[in-house]
């Protein structure tokens, strides 16, 4: 039951994946400016800029363009930045894990910091600890990132002449530092997602809390630890599953702006440059990756959704 379950979510999951091609491919050549015309730095004739461009492949019609560069894609070939002339998958190989690694961190903080809470302002509800995390809550989803970010390195700069590590150590090099320049950027990164996931488990479990079975645990003498983590959790757990499926992929288009603050060469901030440059086959293969993996999640997060209920399946 459940493998027919993930291949009727994964029948639904290859359109999607099909019309956000489409999408990735079109929507870049609507940004202004002639990407020929930047790289000939704008002083040269216009016979020059036609057979420049006829040489990279613009001047044929779009949907020809876009047949082609599905084709390739298919085949694992994401082509060729117009501006290096280095295959844009290589490219993302050297950048993926970076972006990875600040999305994964994120990831864990957001999880650490909103499941304990969450679950304690549940079980105190309106107390001081409550009051107290539902106000910390509507603050980390009301502050952007981008300028918490730009705060953390300016205002201690200013006052106490210290500023957080920027710049990128490799792993191979030095572990620790590699590790250690991260942690900052993937905090901020991950506070809204904290947020929303704290208040969602909050909410889902006082419902839960409010139901028979719960009471009928209550009354034969379990302890609080017993009925929040065995009763009440594992129900009240399946909307904050779901919701994390949708802050994963805000957490990885996050480290567009967070990259580029911090100095981190990962994909977001590739694909930041790419944009300023409008190196067109480097913008569609940044995000043709993202949106597989978004795909990739949503069928994870699926999976998880069915085997925590089971009713799901049918």
Avoid: C
Avoid at 15 to 31: D, G, H, N, Q, Y
């Amino acid at each position: 039951m459940l493998r027919r379950y993930l291949a009727k979510r994964l029948a639904v999951a290859l359109p999607s994946l099909l019309i956000a091609s489409l999408i990735v491919f079109t929507l870049p050549r609507l940004i202004p400016g002639d990407v020929v015309a930047m790289m000939m730095e704008e002083k040269a004739y216009a016979k020059d800029l036609e057979e420049m461009r006829a040489k990279l492949g613009l001047n044929r019609p779009i949907y020809v363009q876009y047949f082609e560069w599905l084709g390739r894609a298919a085949r694992g070939d994401l082509g060729e930045s117009l501006w290096t002339r280095r295959p844009v998958l290589e490219e993302i190989g050297r950048r993926l894990s970076v972006t990875l690694e600040i999305a994964a961190l994120a990831t864990v903080f957001a999880l650490t910091i909103a499941l304990p809470i969450g679950v304690l302002s549940a079980t105190r509800q309106d107390t001081v600890w409550d009051y107290v995390a539902r106000s910390a809550a509507i603050l980390g989803l009301s502050v952007p990132g981008f300028w918490l970010a730009t705060l953390v390195i300016v205002l201690p700069a200013i006052w106490w002449g210290w500023r957080p590590l920027t710049g990128f150590t490799e792993f191979s090099k030095d572990a620790l530092a590699h590790v250690t320049q991260l942690i900052l950027p993937a905090f901020i990164l991950g506070i809204a997602a904290a947020a929303a996931l704290m208040r969602l488990t909050r909410g889902t479990l006082l419902e839960v809390l409010r139901q028979d079975y719960v009471r009928t645990a209550w009354a034969k003498g379990l302890s609080e630890r017993r009925v929040v983590l065995k009763h009440t959790l594992r129900n009240g757990i399946i909307p904050v599953v779901s919701l994390l499926g949708t802050q994963i992929p805000q957490l990885l288009g996050g480290t567009v702006i967070i990259e580029t603050i911090f100095g981190l060469p990962g994909m977001g901030r590739f694909l930041f440059d790419a944009i300023n440059q409008r190196d067109y086959p480097v913008i569609q293969g940044v995000n043709l990756v993202v949106v597989t993996f978004v795909v990739f999640i949503n069928l994870t997060v699926d999976a998880l959704y069915a085997v925590l209920d089971p009713r799901i399946r049918y």
